[in-house]
């Protein structure tokens, strides 16, 4: 509001210091002389000073009256209005207050006070109404950018929670697949139950800080993908095969957290749990035309809403476009009669 006001004193000044120098100039080139209007700059420093007091009295009525906040139509009728009425007024003042002090141009001598009035009103007007212009295309580009800001941070804040809400799914069946296979190792093999705890522990931190964090390193997403496995071969052992492909270069290029391991879960709750004997899952990290290619496929075949429509699918495509935009993508489709491949393609950080 301070910067504001600072701003809005400054064009008042200089608008009024513009308004003195332009008659000045017309006083000179003109060649109107001293004999003919002695007084000239006195009545022209008080006319800047009678006009910058009208005009900061008019900008005051005009936020009292909320007038910028009324429709388009309102706004004009007010502008001529208030423009009216305040150039009546200012002409009034002008022309009594160089009466009273004895300052009156010859010119003006020979008319009577109402026909000085309102000629000077006609002056007035054309002053006023240009500074009311300025002042109304002022706040329009003012609120215009302002809207603009409020827009660009509300989808900024509605991707923020779209991501929060995004990344903060686990499907709750494996965390409770997971338990059971956990407790059926209890008293099998208590060494592999107490890692068996770590990894799911390890997985639901990871999911907890996810939103945090915009991107991670590969790395750092592969970890928490291989406790996820490690904890599925618990349940579907050698029913799962496990395999990867993952160019070392790759691995501290930034990833969406959360994502790899949630294409994962899509490919064996959709693909390899549904296959009676089982199958395999196979994930490849590469570079391929100046881009980081990421690739899951399973055994497995698409089928209609759970190959398109489910969770993992859909937050992987709300999540690219949300971070990336055009510069990522994503496909799913079956290779052959058996397989499907899931590919995201990410620009590179160098």
Known sequence: MKNINQRYWLFQFGGWSGFVLLYTFFYFTLGITDKEQPDFFFQLFLEAGQGLGITHIMRLVIQETKLLEKKLNNQILGLIAITFIFSLAFSSINILS??????????????????????????????????????????????????????????????????????????????????????????????????????????????????????????????????????????????????????????????????????????????????VAGGHISIISDFKNDHHELIIRNTGHLNGAAGEEGFGIGSTKNRLNLLYGDKAAFEIKDLNDNEVEARVTLPVNF
């Open 98 to 275: 160089e009466k009273i002090l004895g300052i009156e141009a010859p010119t003006m001598a020979k008319y009577s006070l109402s026909n000085k009035i309102i000629r000077t009103t006609f002056g007035c007007f054309l002053f006023l109404t240009i500074w009311n212009l300025i002042y109304f295309t002022y706040h329009y580009i003012s609120r215009g950018r302002r809207e603009q800001v409020d827009k660009i941070r509300l989808q900024a804040l509605v991707k923020e929670l779209e991501l929060k809400t995004i990344k903060a799914h686990i499907n709750p069946h494996f965390i409770f697949n997971a338990l059971n296979s956990i407790r059926a190792l209890v008293d099998e093999n208590p060494i592999r139950a107490r890692t068996a705890i770590t990894e799911l522990s390890n997985i639901l931190r990871s999911s907890m800080a996810s939103d945090k964090v915009e991107t991670v390193p590969l790395e750092k997403e592969l970890a928490i993908v291989k406790d996820y496995l490690a904890l599925e071969q618990i349940r579907f052992e050698e029913r799962l095969q496990v395999e990867m492909h993952i160019d070392e270069d790759t691995l501290h290029q930034p990833v969406p957290p959360m994502m790899l391991q949630t294409l994962v879960e899509n490919a064996i709750k959709h693909g390899i749990g549904k296959t």
